[in-house]
Structures are given as C-alpha cells and as structure tokens.
C-alpha cells in the first residue's frame, strides 16, 4: 500500500477530481493555507502509483512541483478493496521516481560498505581454503555489492550522472579491497604455516571452478543481473537476490586474492578476467531488464529533469567495449590454460621411467594463427638426451596426455637438442 501526496494549482483541482473518480481512486483534499495550491493524498495498491501520476498529468498537474509517495500499511476507503483486486495478479513495474529512491536506498555509506566488503572477502577467503561451502555462503549473505551493482543501470536509464559514477566508484573500490584483503589474508595464512604452502590451488573443489570464464558462469552473472533488475523493479524486497549477485563476485575475487598470495599470475590472471566478465555481464543484464521493462522511454526520470538519451547511449557503449576487451581477455585466458596444461602434460610423461634419460629444455605452443580464439594445432618439446630414449615414443605418449587433459587432439613434435658441458682447467 502507498500514500501518495501531490500539490495541485486551484484551478486544476476540479479537474484531478473528476479524473481520480473515474478511474476509482479514493482521495481526500487538504487546503494549503497561504497559497494557491491544495494537497491532494490518495490511498493506492504499490502497483498503481504509476497510473495515479498518469492520471494526474493527463490533466496537467506538474507532479515533479511536489510529490511524496509513502509506505501504508493498509487503507479502508470506498474502492480499496476493488483496487487490492484490480492490481493484485499484475506486474507493474514501479516508476522512475520510486526506482530511483529504492536504488539509492541499497547503498550505504562508504565506511561500512567497505568493512562488510573486507569481512565477506576474509570469511570467502578461509571458505575456500578449507573447502567450506558453507562458510562461503555466510561470506555472500553479509557482502552488500548489491547497490552498487544496480544503481549504474538505475542512473543510466533516469539520466542521473552522478549515480552512475558512484556506483562504477563502489563497484571496483568495493572488489579492490575485496582482492586486497583476501590477498592478505592467504599470505598470512600461507607463510605462517596455517595451510600447505605446496598446497594445489585447482585441486580445492571451491576454488577449481573460478580459474577462468566459462559458459556456466557467464549464465550464472546473466541469471543473477536479470533477476536483480526484475526485483529491483517490484515492491518486494532484494536482499535474497543481493546474495545471489554476491555469489558471483565475493568468491571469485577471494580466489584472485589467494593466487596473488601463492604467487600464481596465470590462475591470478584468470581468475580476474573471470571476476570483470562476470561484472560486466552482471551490470549489463540489470540494464537490458530496465530498457526492456520501458524505463528509457518513460517520463518522471528524475526531479526536475528529462532522460539523456546521450548517457544511455554512452554508458551502452561504453558496456559493449568493455564487454569485446573481456572477450580478448577470456580467450587469453583459455589459451594461458592450455599452455599450463601442456606444459603439465609434458611433465608428467617425463616421470616415466622410460623417459629418465630425457629433459625438457623448452615447450612451445603453435596455433594456427593470431587470433586467441584459434585452439592449438601443434606442441614442438626440446629435450636433451643423456641415453637412447626412444623420442618417438615419447611424443607420442605426450600428444595422448594432452588429449586426455584438454580434450583436443595435437601434434606433438619432439626435438633433440645436442649440449656440449666443460668446466674449468679441461683442455
């Protein structure tokens, strides 16, 4: 239920009255004295705030002069019920107005925004190195990302520039901190001697998920953006879809911060682009909902102002180029990840006690061309021989440890390289 309170000229009132009956709004009037204006307030289901302004401004009431929209518990007037029914089964999103405030209304104050952020990190953090599930849950529930991750899309489409600055601001100063913390955690962690330091990062259940963007969890960032939007947009509360979206960010970022501290930079690397990824899918899903849900082309964007098409314009651009660096940067990351399995692949053969007399001097990838997206079509090894190891053997027992690591099948060439060794006063 909502109260809504508006101003109207005298000369309008007549007018707004008639226009509210027949549409079966029940309100009462209230001179305002020493002025030219009375306030009108209308008990209404949230879902019919929108109609209300509607209404209003078919008659030429400037609701931006003076317009209060209040939480009610309940209402008993002639049309209450009739209006609970009428709007009961529909979606209606809210308006601008409203949008706007509940936006405003997820985020909090710097200070403990980043405490929260730096608490959810640490408790992310200890999750994933003991592979706690459920300690990583309790780090999504206290993570408060959420208002920053809606109020971009919120101020793009009611042209609020400042909103759309604060919120990128809290985003990256938010997951900052979050990599920062959980970096230092680890390192304390691993050099005090609390954990392995020869501890196997991927091995960890909690964390072999988030080395690199995939599939999965692109649609997990789409799903948790998509059903923020939709929730932002509604009367109900976010705080169980703030958990979702915090799902998709607080570990991921833990993760990055536990490759800085074992000095990893590919899983770093990949982990990062898989944190960004799953941000700009995110922010870039609360904002297709809003556009698609009508939010650019409504009035009422902002007090006092109209909606910068421009803006949207920019901040659309601005998502797609940020979206095409992530795309180079995922395939980077792929192609990182294949180079480290190949290069594990080739170690592993080499434990063969048929291959003692070997050493791998070097390995090299070859792809088919330039382009990141292109899988590897070749892998020469170097090696040094100390005996008669049969070297074709040898490359063929490589290529079927890559296939069986990467799915792919590679050629695999293995050439022999010839050292000469001396030391000092040999003639």
Not at 95 to 120: F, G, H, N, Q
Not at 197 to 205: G, K, M, S, Y
Not at 263 to 281: N, Q, R, Y
Not at 310 to 324: E, H, P, R
Request: net charge negative.
């Amino acid at each position: 239920m909502r109260l809504v309170h508006v101003t109207v000229p005298e000369e309008r009132r007549d007018a707004a009255r008639a226009a509210l009956k027949d549409e079966q709004f029940t309100f009462t009037v209230v001179p305002i004295v020493d002025d030219d204006l009375v306030m009108f307030e209308i008990p209404v289901p949230s879902n019919a705030v929108g109609d209300v302004l509607d209404v209003l401004e078919a008659v030429e009431v400037d609701v931006t002069d003076y317009t209060v929209v209040a939480s009610g518990e309940t209402a008993m007037t002639e049309t209450s019920e009739t209006l609970e029914r009428e709007y009961a089964g529909d979606y209606k999103p809210m308006t601008a107005v409203e949008l706007r405030t509940k936006a405003r209304d997820l985020s909090r104050d710097t200070a403990s925004y980043a405490a929260l952020m730096i608490l959810s990190a640490l408790i992310a953090t200890a999750g994933l190195l003991i592979s706690s599930p459920a300690i990583v849950v309790g780090s999504m529930v206290i993570a408060p990302i959420i208002g920053p991750a809606l109020t971009a899309s919120v101020g793009t489409v009611t042209g609020d520039r400042k909103m759309i600055a604060d919120s990128f601001w809290m985003q990256l100063y938010g997951l900052g901190l979050a990599i920062i913390a959980a970096a230092a955690l680890a390192a304390g962690f691993r050099f005090g001697g609390f954990v392995p330091t020869t501890i196997d990062l991927p091995a960890l259940d909690l964390f072999g998920v988030r080395l690199a963007p995939n599939m999965l969890s692109l649609v997990v960032a789409v799903a948790a953006g998509t059903s923020a939007g939709i929730g932002l947009t509604t009367k109900g509360p976010t705080s169980i879809i703030g958990v979702m979206i915090a799902a998709a960010l607080i570990p991921t970022a833990a993760a990055t911060g536990i490759s800085i501290a074992w000095i990893e930079p590919e899983l770093a690397i990949g982990t990062a682009v898989l944190l960004l990824a799953t941000l700009v899918v995110i922010n870039l899903a609360v904002f297709a909902v809003l556009l698609l849900l009508g939010y650019a082309s409504r009035g009422r964007t902002s007090p006092g102002g109209e909606l910068d098409r421009s803006l949207i314009a920019t901040s659309v651009l601005a998502i797609i180029v940020i979206a095409l660096t992530l795309s180079v940067g995922f395939a980077t990351v792929q192609q990182v990840g294949v180079d480290r399995e190949v290069a594990t692949s080739v170690e592993e053969t080499l434990e063969d006690p048929g291959y003692e007399d070997l050493t791998a001097v070097s390995v090299q990838t070859q792809y088919a061309d330039m382009s990141p997206y292109t899988g590897p079509r070749s892998v020469t090894v170097e090696v040094s021989e100390e005996g008669d190891a049969d070297t074709a053997a040898f490359a063929a027992d490589v290529a079927e440890t890559i296939e069986e690591r990467t799915g792919e099948a590679i050629d695999v060439r293995v050439e022999p390289v010839e050292y000469e060794s001396a030391s000092a006063g040999e003639q």
